[in-house]
């Protein structure tokens, strides 16, 4: 009788069942999002390896830089959390910058996940991570699910709290500056953020008591347009959406719209994965986090220009 010999996963599989196991795919918003694995590579082909050990990249965005980088660390797969083929493609070219970037990892074997809205539903994903650098544990007497996921959901999710956006209530109210202080050290130190205030306010209201608290990392007009938060924090906003919530009395602090998740990838999702990794046949693999994604605006003060 032949010996039978127990399938071993690839590096990039096991990376892919891991992040289906932190953050199941049943929890993405399937109904415009495209989330999952969106490159993977040919079957039954070899490719040879530049890194010296099986490393994963993670990233916000997949850019020329972000390749560049990936080829260079020698990755087998990258986790690039916005899904880097959105709309139905006719063709796969040189002549789209983003499609030049998949025929690149696709010569190489590189294949690319891409969680998004998951991680966005999650218990302890990316809206539950905005959330606890908001505010301290002990301030906190409620967080909800602006929009909970009404669909049907696989058993083992069942009665768990998920869904996007979160609605915080503190027990001691915290001012707009504090506020802003924390979100500024949670997301790296920003400087500058932008902030729609209510008619008639000049400037920041630096004494008002702030004790309910709405965040959607990314673009969250939709999902928060219904809250009644004092203060809203998303990463972008639209004109109209804003210039409604300020009507209503409330502020909205917006970051511009990846400077709202990147960090989660080191603060969060690194650690996660690296404990994984550690307990399977790989304890050896690199977690990397790109040093080269970035969002693509920038402040700039016009009277210092020559």
């Known amino acids: ?10 590096f ?36 040879s390896r530049s890194g010296p050990t099986p490393a994963v990249l993670l990233t916000n965005d997949l850019s020329t830089a972000v390749v560049d980088e990936a080829m260079q660390e020698g990755v087998d797969v990258i986790i690039c959390y916005h899904p880097v083929i959105f709309k139905p493609l006719k063709s796969l070219t040189n002549v789209d910058p983003m499609q030049t970037q998949l025929l690149r990892l696709v010569a190489k074997g590189v294949v690319v996940y891409c969680p998004h809205t998951a991680v966005d539903a999650a218990v302890g994903g990316l809206n539950d991570w905005l959330c606890d650098i908001l505010v301290d544990s002990d301030q906190e007497i409620k967080r909800t699910v602006v929009e909970p996921i009404s669909r049907p959901l696989p058993s083992a999710l069942q009665g768990q709290e998920v869904g996007y956006g979160r609605a915080l209530e503190l027990s001691q109210p915290i001012t ?8 500024s050290v949670g997301i790296g130190g920003q400087r500058y953020m932008m ?29 928060l347009k219904d809250t009644d938060a004092q203060v809203i924090v998303t990463g972008e906003m639209a004109h ?6 300020t009507q209503r009395g409330q502020i909205v602090v917006t970051v511009f719209h990846s400077n709202s998740e990147r ?14 990794i550690q307990r399977s046949d790989y304890s050896g693999a690199r977690v990397i986090v790109s040093r080269w994604d970035s969002d693509p605006f920038r402040i700039i003060d016009v009277e210092n220009l020559a």
């Not at 707009?176 to 979100?183: N, S, V």
Request: aromatic share 6%; net charge neutral; glycine share 4%.
């Open 263 to 276: 960090k989660f990838l080191e603060q969060r999702l690194k650690p996660q994965l690296e404990a994984e």
């Open 240 to 245: 109209h959406y804003a210039l409604r919530h």
């Open 1 to 10: 009788m032949a010996a039978t010999h127990e399938y071993k996963p690839r």
């Open 195 to 223: 902030v729609a205030l209510p008619p008639g306010v000049t400037q920041l209201p630096v004494r008002q008591r702030i004790d309910k608290v709405a965040v959607c990392a990314g673009s969250g007009a939709d999902v």
């Open 176 to 183: 707009i500056p504090t506020l802003l202080k924390r979100l």
């Open 12 to 47: 990039d599989e096991k990376v892919v069942e891991i992040m289906k196991k932190l953050y199941p795919e049943e929890l993405a918003d399937k109904s415009w999002d495209n989330t999952g694995l969106l490159l993977d590579r040919a079957a039954l082909t070899d490719f």
